[in-house]
C-alpha cells in the first residue's frame, strides 16, 4: 500500500488491518469458488447434462470470480500470492469436512 492510500484510508477512519483481511478472504473464498464451478462443470459434462443454459451461467460463475481473483492479485505482494492457492485448498479440504459432518450426514 502506497503512502498517498494509507492517508486517503486513515483519513476515511478505514482500518487497513481490516482493508487487507477482507481483501485476502475475497482471494481465498474465490479461489474456493472457481475450484468448485470447474468441477461442476467437468461432472455435468461427464454426465452429459451440460446445457446450453448451464453453460451460460457456469461462464459467468467462472468470470466473477477470475475477476475477484484477479482484482486481489494487483493489490497483494507476489510471495502472498503464491501462498494463496495452498491457503485455499486447505480451506476448501475443511469446509468439505464439515459439510460432510454437519450437513450430508
Given amino acids: 500500500m502506497n503512502n498517498s ?3 486517503l484510508l486513515q483519513r476515511a477512519n478505514i482500518d487497513p488491518k481490516q482493508l487487507a483481511a477482507d481483501i485476502n478472504l475475497i482471494y481465498l473464498l474465490a479461489d474456493i469458488q472457481e475450484t468448485v464451478i470447474l468441477r461442476i462443470e467437468e ?4 454426465a452429459g447434462v451440460f446445457r446450453f443454459q448451464d453453460k451460460q451461467k457456469v461462464l459467468r460463475m467462472k468470470s466473477a470470480a477470475g475477476d475477484m481473483r484477479r482484482f486481489v492479485d494487483t493489490t497483494v505482494n507476489y510471495e ?5 492457492g495452498d491457503d485455499s485448498d486447505e480451506l476448501l479440504k475443511a469446509i468439505e469436512c464439515y459439510i460432510s459432518e454437519h450437513i450430508n450426514h
Fill in 5 to 7: 492510500t494509507a492517508v
Fill in 43 to 46: 461432472s455435468m459434462k461427464r
Fill in 80 to 84: 502472498r500470492a503464491c501462498d494463496f
